[in-house]
Structure formats: structure tokens, C-alpha cells
């Protein structure tokens, strides 16, 4: 397939606009329009899995058409081995969160159009490699998830949903000043990610710092980083459970993935000097404050919305380590948490439907009333927990050796958060689904077959990828080895690689 | 090329098709008893004068009318503009409910009079002719303004404008007299040369006279601290003619600012950089003045309820944002400009189209009127308005975020940082009053008092117009910025 990445991007877009087209009679089919399109999209990442060629650094399936020749913008889109993960956990994700969204019963034409054109936003960005595309989906996305949140959100929806979209506007016009920047003191003036990285060494580590921090900013509220962070809380807790799992499992990834793809490569030296500030010191608060906060909540969604920013720390401490254990293991760790991540959410969505509250001292008991979801839950949360044989024990270990060699005291503190998480993720566990049950809910039912069939595949990734993960390391590695290498190459000493 | 009264009419054909308009129906209206026609005749002079625009062979730029006038392809832009705002204009009187019980006459043919005024006003070559084209349009907005002699706000609102509007020429008048005492011309070419002549230069006394000129062209564009009537007189005004307010005489106003600030006083360098007269710091005072309208636009809307109202503000704060490439003092910077103005255009205009079809139905202009707006039957409205207000904060995918591209572009490239900071923060400020709107619309529900809104094909089909062009300009933008482009030159006289 020549053309496979404009194809995963615009798939969904066909979906759109048939499920507009839809009389108003036949709305109910919108949701497996909205299936058929996400099928069509993971069947190509798979198809690019395979053909991935893991043994370069190289851009592969690329694609270039110009589009605006005075301003050198073109159509440019391409990926390697950071952009094929992310395109995999997307496809995943969304695959997944089409099903979850069943439940919707309001707007269903509008709902399903917005979560397709959210979905091209998100492919948009992880393949585009021109700066000024990169940036128009990295726009197109707030606007979807905007109104996603806004209508079919919970009672604060509005406030949750102009907070959002505030915060991510402001990181968004940082982010165009800097790519203006980059645009007109760069060599040749260019938008291509590529050629930008390649001369990268034409600007002045003044400017570089300046524009790094810029994009930094832009990124960091995103990921969300430290003290950019307030705005996820709400959002999570007002958005459906289908737009969580997209929140937390694909959209907070674009974050770490801008800070890789543009600060990382496009100004290396910067990078070098300013990571063990913003992404070291920064991910390791993430890490601390994260789990505490969500050690002091009571509301469940709240809680995992907490721990996602926790987790989202080892990310960005995994990046400040400049050792290929730690970059690899940043990487892998984006990929883990979005699919942990997405089971949690969608448990607590769960028993969201059935009770109609998040309390968490409001439950009791439910493993005698539901066994499985009790089972399955167990399985995500110690798979939060970072337990061996699990996907999240090797990509924190990995961050956590990786960052001992270059930030050991940062490495002491995310280690012993690793407490914390298992502290506060089994009492939660103890006080929903252990002790007596509570009256109000004896005659729930247990997970029904949609809901299942949401949960079961993601699983079975944690599994293989706690036990082989060389499945998507292999894809990353030559890609960061390499990058990793930009970075450390401009402080002039070649610091001894550790695998 | 210097042409005299009977060679220019052949490039002034345009405005010869305008006085036509207007001279037929004074005169049909006296002949007939049927006035419902005198819209459509009004539309077909404003679209025959775009098309003669269009139509126009090309010419490396002339001086109309012994120097009064010039014609270059900067007059060419905005006269494309202008006419394009007319056209809205009109076909938002035909549709408006508020404008049918006026005396149609007189109405259709003060706004193509004032149409035919802005054109001169972009098209001057002499103070004196572009004080009295300033007149000319400040005195039919006026009478535009006030048009609903029964609603008192329409009337307090022209009253307003009247007395600002006085003061503001009276100033400016008085700046240019200044000038002429200075340089002993009125023709922006001599003014330029004498200026521009070494040795003694009263620096002082041209950057008050500057100043003094500036009030009155600040007040047509409604930069702060001149844009205190805007609020009120959109308010008030018919909303087809707040729309041709909003765009056409602001477009106006940004030519006469562009055409007297650059090549009348300034100096093109090489580069496309220019430079202003040594030692008079007009630049510096716009940068200021830039800012603060912005902020100041953005900060006001925040609070507002009445939908014309807050566009309004909206409206100061986008000329804030169009300034940003004036200041920067490069071809740059003009280009954005340009450019930004064509996209105000299209977005405002569509902003205000939907703001008369809720109108129109009940009878409101206030935000509480679009609640639920997109459950109770009216989600084609409420999308369009979506897609505008998305546009005006500058958002991917609309034409309003390739102008602020542009803009923010020239910006950084002429290294005026704080300037981008500032104005990047506006934009994220603008989003908050922006939503509101859409908040309105989509996240409430209707409590079913608002009435619904129906469906009106004339008005419907502009709006649809407006909104493809906002969307499809945002992704293709090539035609418009070559235009542009080409717009750049200003004739100066023959070298």
C-alpha cells in the first residue's frame, strides 16, 4: 500500500461524513459506521507493523505533496519507530472506544462524528512530519474533544470543557510561535521536521533554550506536566467513559510525543542542557504528586485521572535519562499506559453505569456481586502497579535503570512512589470490591459481553508485553538509539551507551 | 501617469456604476409605488461594480482626476473588498425584517452613496480629497445607523456616532492643516518629498500633526482610544448595516491608514522593509495603540450578553490583530494585513448574517436567545455560527487562522516579540467570549421560550456561501494571498 498513512488518516473522515449523510431515521446504524471505519484503520497499523523496517531510523511510507510552495508547506507525512507505536495504540484505542461508546443514547449521529474526526486529529499528528501539519491536527483534535466533553459530559461538563480547551489553546499558540521562530532562523526556511532536525545545529543555543521552552510549555500541558496539570482532573471527570479512554490513552501520548519529535530532534543542544529541569525534576513531582493526590480522592474516575498523571511522570523522567534504557522505556511506558489506562477507565465506566455515582466509600463488596469485572479489575490494578510479568514493570524498570545512572536521587524518589501507587490502588480496591456488600447493589449484573469484549484484548497486550516486549521495543529502538544520540552528541562527550 | 478629468473616467467605472445605482433607484422610487424591487436593483449596481472591478484591464497605476484620485493595485484590493461588503450588505437588507418597513428608496441608495464613498477613501491621493471621502461615508453611516426612526436605540446610536464622528474629522482637519503648513501640499506625493528633503525636518511638529490626523482614521477603523461609539452604534444600527459597518468601512478605514502612513510619509527600502521619517516616532505610538485595542476589545467582550454587542468588541479587538501587520513596517506585514482583512471579512460577515437569522425569527439579539439552538431545529445555523466563531479565534481549518498565520508570521519575522506574546495571549482570551455562543447552542438545553428559527432560503443560502468560504480558504488559500501579493505595489508617480 503506497499511500497506507493518508489512508489510517482519513478513513475515519469517510466514516464522518456518511454517518452526516445518515437520515435522521437511521441513526442508530452511526455506531457501526463508526466501527467499520476504525476497523479498516487498524488493520493498516497492523499492516505497517509488519512491514516496519525495525533496523533503521529512517522516515518510512513517507508521503510528500506540496501545498503551500511559498511558505515551503507541504503535505509531508511519514513514520518511524516513536510514530509507529503511537499510530498502533491508536487504532487500538480507538477500536476499542467505539464499543465503549455504545451506551451513548443522545446525538448519537453527532457523537460518532466527532469521536471520527477526533480520531483523524490524533493519526494527523503522530504522522505528520511538516511542522505547520503537524500543527493543524494538533488543532483539529481540540475541537472534537471539546464538544465531545461539552455535550455528553457530566454535570460540570461546561466548566470542564472551556477549561480544556482554554489551557490547550494557550500550549497551542506557544507552540505556533515557536514553530514561526524555528520557520524563519532555520537555515533554509522549512516546515519539514526532517530537515529542520538536520540542520539543527544552525541555531544558537540562546534561541534554541528560548523556543524550547516555548514548545515545552506547549507540550507539557498535554502531558499534563506539573503545574499544568488542573485541567485534566475535570476533564476526566466530566467526560463519557469512551472519551476517558481516549483522553488518557492516546491524547495525554502526544504530549511526550511532540517534546520527542520536535524538541528533541529539532534542538538537541537545549534539550541536552534543560531536560534534568523540565522533564527530570518536573516528571519526578508528576510522579510524587500524582500518586498523592490520587491517594486523597474519593472519586474513582478522579483517582485514576490522578494516577494517570502520576504514571505520565516515568515518561518524562525515562526522557531526561539521555541512556537508551531510559528513552526506551519512556516510549514503551506511553504505549503501557494507554492501554492500562483505557482498562481502568473503562471499569470505572462500569459501575458508573450501573450506580450512577464514583464514590468510592459509596460501594462495598462487589466481588461477590460481580466476580469477573471484580477479577478483571484486580488484573488492571496490579498491572498499575507496575507487578512483574506485567507491561508497566518492564518500562518502568527500564526508565527507573536508565535515569540511576544520570539522575539517581530523582530515580530514588520515583522508585519509592511505586508504594504509594500500590498503596492507594489497593485500598481502593478494598473499599469497592472487598468486605460486605453493600444492600443498594445485589442485583447488579456482572460484566456484560460489549463490555467484556472491550477489556479482554487489552489484557491480553498487558500480558505479552509484560512477558515479550520486545514486540514494540523492537519497533522503537533504532529510532531512539538514534535519537538519543543527537542529543548526547552535541554536549561533545559520547557518553557510553547502555542497553 | 498623470490623467485628466476625461481620460480617468475610463478607470472609474466602477464608482460610474455605483452613482448609476444610486441615481436610478432615487429615481425609480419616485416613479413606482412597488419599492419591494429597489433591494434587488440596489444588489445587481453593488455586484456590477464588483464585476467591473474585476473586469478592468491591468494598469501599472495612474493618477485619476489631476491628482486627486490614484489608482494602483492596492486601490484595487480594497475596492474589491469594499464591493464585496456592499454585496453582503444589500442581500442581508433584502432578508432583514428590521429594514422592510423603511423607506426602501432612500435606504438602498444611501448605502451604495456610502459604498461609493469608501471607494474614494481607498482610492485618495490628497488630504483633502480623503477628508471629504471620510466625511462622505461618516455621513451616510450616520444616516444608515439611525435608519429605525422608531427604535430609540437605533436613534441614540446615530446621535452617538454624530458626535464622535464630529469631533474625530474636526481633529483630523485640523492635523492635516498642520501638514500643510508643514510641507505646503496636500498631495501625499509632494508631502512624501518634502518630508523626506534633509536638514529640517520640524520633527516635533509633524509627529502632533500625525497624531491629530490619526484620530480621525483610528475612529473609522475603531482602534482604541477612538472605538468608544462601536459598541453603541453596532448595537443600535439594522444589523445588515452593523455588517457593513463592521467590514466595509473598517476595510475603508485600513486603506486610508495604510495609504497615508506608507507611501505617503515612508520610504520603501530594499527588502520590503519600511522606513519611517527619522525621529518621528508614529511607529512606535501604533505599536502601543495596536496592543491596547486588542486587549482592550478582548477584555470588554468578556462581559457581554447581547450578541451585536459582543461582536462588536470582537470587531475592535480583530482590528487590534489586523494592526499587528501594520505596525511591523515591512510588505510583510501589509501582505497579512491584507490578507486578514479578507478574512475578517468572511467570518464577521457570517458571524452577523446568523446573529439576523435568530434575529429575524425571534425577534433577539441576546446570547440567552441561541440556547439549545442546535436541539430545537436549528443545527445548520448554529454549526455555521460554530465555524465562524472558530474562525475569528483562529483556529486550524478556518481562513481566520491562516490570517493570524500570516500575521503572527511577520510578526516573529520583524522580531517584535512582545507584540506576538501579547497577541497570542489575546487570542487565547478571545476564545473564552467566543465560546459562549457555542456553549449556548450545543452544551443547554432549550427551555423552550426561545422560539424557533425558521428557515429562510435568501439568508440561509449567504450564510452557507460565507461558511464554505471560511472553510475552504483555510485550506486553500493560494488565490488570496496572491492577490495580495500583487496588491502590494503603491503608485507613487512615474520613476
Known amino acids: 500500500m503506497s499511500h497506507a498513512l493518508t489512508l489510517i488518516t482519513f478513513v475515519p473522515i469517510a466514516g464522518m461524513v456518511l454517518i452526516l449523510a445518515l437520515p435522521d431515521s437511521m441513526k442508530n446504524a452511526s455506531k457501526w459506521i463508526a466501527v467499520a471505519a476504525t476497523i479498516p484503520q487498524l488493520l493498516i497499523a497492523i499492516h505497517l507493523y509488519e512491514y516496519f523496517d525495525t533496523t533503521t531510523s529512517a522516515v518510512q511510507f513517507a508521503e510528500k505533496v506540496s501545498w503551500m510552495p511559498s511558505y515551503h508547506i507541504s503535505y509531508f507525512v511519514g513514520v518511524d519507530g516513536i510514530s509507529i507505536s503511537m499510530i498502533l495504540l491508536t487504532a487500538l484505542i480507538m477500536f476499542i472506544s467505539t464499543f465503549a461508546s455504545f451506551g451513548i443514547n443522545r446525538a448519537e449521529k453527532g457523537y460518532y462524528a466527532m469521536l471520527l474526526m477526533l480520531d483523524t486529529g490524533m493519526m494527523g499528528v503522530f504522522v505528520s512530519l511538516d511542522f505547520f501539519l503537524f500543527y493543524i491536527f494538533w488543532e483539529v483534535m481540540l475541537l472534537p474533544m471539546y464538544f465531545l466533553i461539552g455535550i455528553w459530559g457530566g454535570p460540570r461538563r461546561e466548566y470542564a470543557a472551556i477549561k480544556f480547551f482554554l489551557y490547550t489553546l494557550l500550549g497551542s499558540v506557544l507552540i505556533l510561535l515557536a514553530m514561526l521562530g524555528l520557520y524563519y532562523y532555520s537555515a533554509t526556511p522549512t516546515f519539514d521536521l526532517t530537515e529542520l532536525a538536520a540542520n539543527s545545529s544552525h541555531y544558537s543555543i540562546g534561541f534554541q533554550r528560548i523556543v524550547w521552552i516555548a514548545l515545552f510549555i506547549g507540550f507539557a500541558i498535554k502531558i499534563p506536566a506539573f503545574p499544568f496539570h488542573t485541567w485534566l482532573p475535570d476533564a476526566h471527570v466530566e467526560a463519557p467513559t469512551a472519551i476517558s479512554v481516549i483522553l488518557a490513552g492516546v491524547l495525554l501520548k502526544m504530549g511526550t510525543y511532540g517534546i520527542l519529535r520536535v524538541n528533541f530532534a529539532v534542538l538537541p543542544a537545549a534539550t541536552y542542557q534543560l531536560a534534568w529541569l523540565f522533564l527530570g525534576v518536573i516528571g519526578t513531582i508528576n510522579i510524587v504528586y500524582g500518586a498523592m493526590c490520587a491517594m486523597a480522592q474519593t472519586d474513582y474516575k478522579k483517582l485514576i485521572a490522578y494516577s494517570s498523571i502520576s504514571h505520565m511522570g516515568y515518561v518524562m523522567l525515562g526522557m531526561a535519562a539521555f541512556t537508551a534504557a531510559g528513552i526506551n522505556g519512556a516510549v514503551l511506558q506511553m504505549f503501557n499506559h494507554g492501554t492500562i489506562t483505557a482498562m481502568l477507565f473503562i471499569l470505572v465506566g462500569v459501575i458508573y453505569d450501573r450506580a450512577h455515582h464514583r464514590e468510592i466509600n459509596g460501594f462495598g463488596g462487589l466481588a461477590q456481586q460481580m466476580p469477573i469485572y471484580t477479577a478483571i479489575t484486580g488484573f488492571a490494578f496490579f498491572a498499575g502497579m507496575g507487578l512483574p510479568g506485567m507491561s508497566a514493570f518492564i518500562s518502568e524498570v527500564l526508565v527507573l535503570l536508565g535515569a540511576w545512572q544520570t539522575h539517581p536521587v530523582m530515580v530514588v524518589f520515583g522508585a519509592a512512589t511505586a508504594i504509594l501507587t500500590a498503596g ?7 473499599r469497592i470490591y472487598l468486605g460486605p456488600l453493600n444492600e443498594k447493589y445485589k442485583d447488579f449484573p456482572d460484566l456484560s459481553f460489549r463490555e467484556a469484549f472491550t477489556l479482554v484484548p487489552l489484557g491480553i497486550i498487558v500480558l505479552i508485553l509484560g512477558v515479550y516486549p520486545h514486540a514494540i521495543l523492537g519497533l522503537l529502538n533504532t529510532s531512539l538509539v538514534h535519537l538519543n544520540q543527537v542529543v548526547l552528541s552535541t554536549s561533545g562527550a559520547a557518553v557510553a551507551m547502555v542497553r | 501617469m498623470d490623467l485628466g478629468n476625461l481620460a480617468s473616467l475610463k478607470h472609474f467605472i466602477p464608482e460610474m456604476i455605483l452613482v448609476a445605482g444610486v441615481l436610478a433607484i432615487v429615481l425609480i422610487d419616485l416613479a413606482v409605488r412597488d419599492k419591494s424591487r429597489l433591494g434587488a436593483l440596489a444588489l445587481i449596481a453593488a455586484a456590477a461594480s464588483l464585476l467591473a472591478i474585476g473586469l478592468a484591464p491591468a494598469l501599472p497605476g495612474a493618477w485619476l482626476f489631476h491628482r486627486m484620485l490614484v489608482f494602483d493595485s492596492f486601490a484595487i484590493y480594497f475596492r474589491t473588498l469594499i464591493a464585496l461588503a456592499a454585496v453582503v450588505a444589500i442581500w442581508m437588507s433584502i432578508g432583514s425584517e428590521e429594514v422592510k418597513n423603511c423607506d426602501q428608496g432612500e435606504y438602498y441608495a444611501i448605502l451604495l452613496a456610502s459604498t461609493f464613498a469608501m471607494f474614494l477613501m481607498a482610492e485618495s491621493a490628497n488630504l483633502l480629497m480623503a477628508y471629504l471621502a471620510l466625511e462622505f461615508v461618516s455621513l451616510t453611516s450616520y444616516i444608515l445607523t439611525g435608519f429605525l426612526r422608531h427604535n430609540r436605540r437605533s436613534l441614540e446610536a446615530a446621535l452617538k456616532y454624530l458626535i464622535y464622528g464630529g469631533v474625530a474629522s474636526g481633529t483630523m482637519i485640523y492635523g492635516m492643516s498642520w501638514i500643510f503648513g508643514i510641507t505646503g501640499s496636500l498631495d501625499f506625493n509632494v508631502i512624501n518629498k518634502a518630508l523626506s528633503t534633509p536638514g529640517h525636518l520640524p520633527v516635533l511638529a509633524v509627529f502632533i500633526a500625525l497624531v491629530l490626523i490619526l484620530t480621525g482614521m483610528g475612529y473609522k477603523v475603531a482602534s482604541a482610544p477612538f472605538h468608544m461609539w462601536a459598541p453603541d452604534v453596532y448595537t443600535g444600527a439594522p444589523i445588515p448595516i452593523t455588517t457593513f459597518l463592521a467590514v466595509g468601512s473598517k476595510a475603508a478605514g485600513f486603506a486610508l491608514l495604510t495609504r497615508f502612513f506608507f507611501p505617503a510619509i515612508s520610504h520603501l527600502a530594499a527588502g520590503g522593509s519600511w522606513t519611517a521619517l527619522a525621529g518621528v516616532d508614529w511607529p512606535q505610538l501604533l505599536l502601543f495603540i495596536c496592543m491596547i485595542t486588542m486587549t482592550l476589545g478582548n477584555l470588554a467582550a468578556l462581559q457581554q450578553t447581547n450578541m451585536k454587542r459582543l461582536l462588536a468588541y470582537s470587531s475592535i479587538a480583530q482590528a487590534g490583530y489586523a494592526l499587528m501587520g501594520f505596525v511591523v513596517l515591512s510588505n510583510d506585514g501589509i501582505r497579512a494585513m491584507l490578507f486578514y482583512l479578507f478574512a475578517y471579512y468572511v467570518m464577521d460577515a457570517g458571524a452577523f448574517v446568523v446573529v439576523m437569522i435568530v434575529a429575524n425569527s425571534t425577534g433577539r439579539e441576546d446570547v440567552d436567545a441561541y440556547r439549545g439552538l442546535a436541539w430545537r431545529g436549528g443545527i445548520v445555523p448554529a454549526l455555521a455560527l460554530t465555524i465562524f466563531l472558530f474562525s475569528l479565534t483562529g483556529i486550524p481549518l478556518t481562513v481566520g487562522f491562516i490570517g493570524k498565520f500570516y500575521l503572527f508570521a511577520a510578526v516573529i519575522r520583524g522580531q517584535f516579540y512582545i507584540l506576538a506574546i501579547v ?64 496588491s502590494l505595489s503603491f503608485f507613487t508617480g512615474p520613476t
Open chain 1, 424 to 430: 492507594y490502588l489497593l485500598w481502593t480496591f478494598q
Open chain 2, 423 to 486: 497577541g497570542i495571549l489575546n487570542s487565547v482570551v478571545s476564545l473564552y467570549y467566543y465560546l459562549k455562543p457555542i456553549q449556548m447552542m450545543f452544551f443547554e438545553q432549550p427551555r423552550g421560550d426561545e422560539g424557533t428559527v425558521r428557515f429562510e432560503a435568501w439568508n440561509y443560502g449567504l450564510m452557507g456561501v460565507l461558511a464554505c468560504a471560511t472553510i475552504v480558504f483555510g485550506l486553500y488559500w493560494s488565490p488570496i494571498i496572491s492577490f495580495a501579493n500583487r
